[in-house]
C-alpha cells in the first residue's frame, strides 16, 4: 500500500496582516466615560434618565462588538474556506476506511461462529456447559477450552451425585432438580428445593396411627471434593448391617468390605 506524503502538500499562506487605527474610537470612549465619571442616581425622578443613559452604553458595546465580529469574520474566510477542503478530503478516506472495516468485521463474525461451531461439537459440551464468549478470541486454544469444559463437566457430575444422595435420603425422583441444574440453577438453591418438597410431601403423606416421630434435620452434603479414611468400628451385627446400609444411602463408596 502505498503511504500518501502529506508532508509533501503544498500549502502556502501569509499571515494575516490588520493595519488599523482606533485613536478616534478610544478617545470617544474616554470622553464617555468622563461624561459619566461618578454617575449618581439622587432619586427616582432620575431613574428614566438613567435607563436612557445605560441603553445609550450597551448600544456602543454592542455597536463596537458588532464590528469586531464582522471584521474577524471576513479575515478567516480563507482560513474556513480551507478547512472545508480539507474536511472534504478526509471524508473520502474516511468511507474507504469504513467499507473495509465492515468488510473485516464480517470476516471476524464469520471467523468466531464457525469456532463457536467446533467449541459445541467438542465431546464434553452439554446442555448445562456455560458457553464462555472469550473461548472465541484467536488467543484462547481449543485446547484451553477443552480442559474448561472438562472442568466444567466436573462440578456437573459432582452436584449431580449430591442431588442423587439428597433426593435418595428424602425418597424423591431426581428428574426435576436434574433439568433445573442442567438450566443454571444454584445447586443450593436445588437443596433447598428438594428440602421444601420433601416437607410438602411429607404434609400430605398419611400418618400411620403410632405416635409420630418428629424427623431428624437432614444435613445435607455439598462437598465435591472426595476423600479416603479409614475407620474401625464396633457393635452387633445389625448394628454394623445399619451403618453399612446408610453408607451405601448417603453415597459414601465402600472400597474394601471384610
Do not use: H
Not at 466444567?152 to 435420603?169: E, L, S
Not at 451385627?237 to 472400597?255: E, P, R
Amino acid at each position: 500500500m502505498n503511504e500518501i506524503a502529506l508532508n509533501k502538500v503544498e500549502i502556502t499562506y501569509d499571515l494575516p496582516q490588520i493595519k488599523y487605527d482606533l485613536t478616534e474610537l478610544n478617545t470617544q470612549v474616554d470622553g464617555l466615560i468622563e461624561q459619566y465619571k461618578g454617575y449618581i442616581i439622587l432619586d427616582e425622578s432620575e431613574l428614566p434618565s438613567a435607563k436612557k443613559v445605560l441603553a445609550n452604553l450597551n448600544a456602543t458595546t454592542k455597536e463596537i462588538s458588532d464590528i469586531r465580529i464582522a471584521i474577524v469574520k471576513k479575515i478567516k474566510e480563507p482560513l474556513d474556506k480551507f478547512e472545508i477542503d480539507i474536511k472534504q478530503i478526509t471524508k473520502k478516506v474516511e468511507m474507504l476506511s469504513g467499507d473495509i472495516k465492515t468488510q473485516v468485521s464480517d470476516y471476524d463474525t464469520s471467523i468466531k461462529e464457525r469456532k463457536r461451531t467446533e467449541i459445541k461439537a467438542l465431546p464434553d459440551y452439554a446442555d448445562y456447559t456455560v458457553f464462555n464468549e472469550t473461548w472465541l478470541n484467536k488467543t484462547v486454544p481449543l485446547s484451553q477450552v477443552e480442559f474448561e469444559l472438562a472442568e466444567q463437566k466436573k462440578t456437573f457430575q459432582a452436584a449431580c451425585n449430591v442431588i442423587q444422595t439428597t433426593c435418595t435420603i428424602c425418597e424423591l425422583d431426581t428428574a426435576k432438580y436434574f433439568d433445573l441444574l442442567s438450566k443454571g440453577t444454584e445447586l443450593n438453591s436445588i437443596i433447598e428445593l428438594i428440602k421444601n418438597d420433601r416437607a410438602v410431601k411429607q404434609q400430605y403423606t398419611n400418618v400411620s396411627s403410632a405416635p409420630s416421630v418428629a424427623p431428624k434435620e437432614i444435613i445435607i452434603d455439598t462437598d465435591s471434593d472426595i476423600y479416603t479414611r479409614t475407620y474401625k468400628i464396633k457393635g452387633t451385627k445389625q448394628q454394623l448391617k445399619m451403618v453399612y446400609d446408610y453408607m451405601q444411602t448417603v453415597g459414601v463408596i465402600i472400597l474394601e468390605k471384610s
